[in-house]
């Protein structure tokens, strides 16, 4: 105890309780009293530290009820194998995904070069075919009119003995052509 401020208290106790203070050792009165409060004091912060201990192992208590419903360890084990096979699963879709970008973006570039090359025959063809001489027009079926702008050669028309032709339209030009009828006449 410190001997810094001091006050001063007068009591009353019963003489049996002083008989018995006396019998453990204590001269004076003011040594007992200052041992009584220095007990009471102490008590009672060890009540409030038992409170706290209290509370800290009901807490313990809590958390251990908790881990005891929380998933067990296969579960859990489960749960994580799981998870690795979905992000295996998603990192192959994501690649797929990539590819079929690339391959989108090959046949986009294939698509254009093809309509180039088309367009680049149809220019050729408009170049090199010759002015027609004559002025009047033939009367062609719907898919083979000509385009303003494109002139198609006339070729003279050679029939092979013993074999049946008939005439077809290219699909890439639109340009007539003879061949072989495949149905064989008997």
Known sequence: MTTGEKQKINVWIPGSLWK???????ES????????YEALVLQEEKGSNQEVLGSSQEEVRKL??????????????????????QERHISFLKEALDKAGHREEDLKQMHNNYFLQVQTLINQRAISAP??????????????????????EVKPEVKQ??????????????????????KKEK
């Open 20 to 26: 018995q203070i006396g019998s453990y050792g204590y």
């Open 29 to 36: 009165p003011t040594k007992a009293t200052i041992a009584a």
């Open 64 to 85: 251990q009820e908790e881990i005891r419903k929380g998933p067990d360890l296969a579960e859990f084990s489960q749960l994580c194998a799981r998870s690795e096979e």
């Open 131 to 152: 002015a027609r001489s004559t002025g009047k027009e033939e009367s062609k079926p719907a898919s083979q009119e000509e385009k303003p702008d494109i002139e198609h």
């Open 161 to 182: 003995e013993g074999k049946a032709q008939i005439e077809k339209v290219c699909k890439n030009c639109l340009q007539p052509f003879l061949t072989e009828n495949p």
